[in-house]
């Protein structure tokens, strides 16, 4: 095996992949494009599942650390109308199998699980070529290189190191999320902490074009995700350098909507941020290329479903365990991992199963009418 591993991209992804290598006792390099590890927010929380995150979870040898970040009560889950109205309340007693924890913390989690120096700070990938022999040459924006015989891209969505591989790029869904943030909430928006609960809320309207999630992180912080299915056009004619007049125009497409909901939009404490959703085609994959890989958004980028961040773990730990089980033999362990990983991002998600996990055996009648009715705009 060519070590140490050259892996681009401190994500959850890429660092799971590093703690697995570390735990079979096999060196990896990390390149990240941020400057350190603090040098941006990590984005809210993330529901970590039983059947993969998880498991991945378990393979870094972690569970008693994760365990000590999971959010306690996040796991409660409501849906609304427009009006502010209760149709579906279900309380986290504790037995979920998608308990919650923040981003920031589960990357500082694995960061601080690593040895000193695995991960090098701000080298932003430019690009990278074949050498030959199933050596590759990655460029920064520094102006060095690294030359290595074992690549790993886990650099997300806009990989540098997909097109090594395939030519397939993301392509706009047609769907995106307008981010926002509210402190302190049960003091000064108390009406709408009351409407978001202890755990995640979605609200729709009548019409399957918009709807808002929110859900309650650290202490009385909510974190909402504005829906709108519209062109990227329609957001380019949004000044979002204004935050005050994009939260305007965001929220006039929710009017008559309750105030406690709109407030999530009008009265946010950061400025609106615009989240495009691309994919990769269904059951993308590649011809197996000496030498490199992908895991994570660089390998199967869907629109947000919250099974991204857990698949990106899985990927890097059945990776991580397939070196570790072929020492001599890099070419078997990456084909080995590429089966599996194409077989899984192959199948459709399944909502029915999320459907049953939120809602029980029993879906209420208007919502499972709701939830049809706007998963045929997505």
Do not use: C
Not at 86 to 106: H, I, M, N, Q, S
């Amino acid at each position: 095996m060519h070590v140490p591993v050259t892996i681009i991209g401190a994500g959850v992804g890429g660092l799971t992949l590093a703690r697995v290598l570390w735990v079979h006792g096999i060196p990896s390099v990390v390149y990240e494009a941020e400057p350190s590890p603090t040098a941006r927010a990590q984005g809210g929380m993330l529901d970590i599942h039983d059947y993969n995150g998880q498991l991945a979870i378990e393979a870094a040898g972690l569970a008693d650390e994760f365990r000590g970040l999971v959010l306690h009560g996040r796991q409660a889950f409501r849906v609304l109308d427009r009006d502010g109205n209760v149709l579906f309340d279900k309380a986290d007693d504790g037995t979920g199998g998608r308990p919650e924890a923040l981003r920031a913390d589960l990357r500082r989690m694995l960061l601080d699980s690593l040895p000193s120096g695995t991960v090098h700070w701000g080298h932003k990938v430019t690009g990278a070529r074949a050498l030959g022999g199933g050596r590759h040459e990655v460029s920064f924006a520094d102006g060095s290189t690294v030359a290595t015989g074992l690549l790993v891209g886990a650099d997300g969505a806009w990989s540098r190191i997909r097109p090594l591989l395939t030519d397939a790029a993301p392509e706009y869904v047609g769907t995106s999320f307008v981010e926002t943030y509210l402190y302190d909430a049960a003091t000064r928006h108390p009406a709408t902490a009351r409407a978001v609960g202890g755990g995640s809320m979605v609200a729709n309207g009548p019409a399957p074009d918009v709807a808002i999630n929110a859900h309650r992180e650290n202490g009385d912080t909510l974190h909402a995700y504005i829906q709108l299915t519209r062109p990227l056009d329609w957001f380019a004619a949004i000044d979002f350098t204004d935050p005050a007049a994009a939260a305007t125009r965001i929220a006039a497409e929710f009017d008559g909507w309750a105030p406690e909901l709109t407030a999530l939009i009008t009265d946010s404490d950061t400025a609106p941020v615009l989240r495009p959703h691309h994919t990769l085609p269904i059951g993308h994959k590649w011809e197996r290329q000496p030498g490199v890989t992908l895991v994570g958004d660089a390998a199967h980028l869907t629109a947000p479903n919250g099974e991204g961040a857990n698949l990106a773990m899985l990927d890097g730990a059945e990776l991580a365990q397939a070196l570790a089980a072929h020492p001599d033999d890099t070419e078997a362990a990456l084909a080995e991992y590429e089966q599996a990983m194409f077989t899984r991002s192959a199948a459709p998600f399944d909502e029915a199963l999320v459907m049953e996990s939120l809602f029980g055996d029993d879906i209420p009648e208007q919502l499972a009418e709701l939830f049809k009715d706007h998963d045929q705009t997505a």
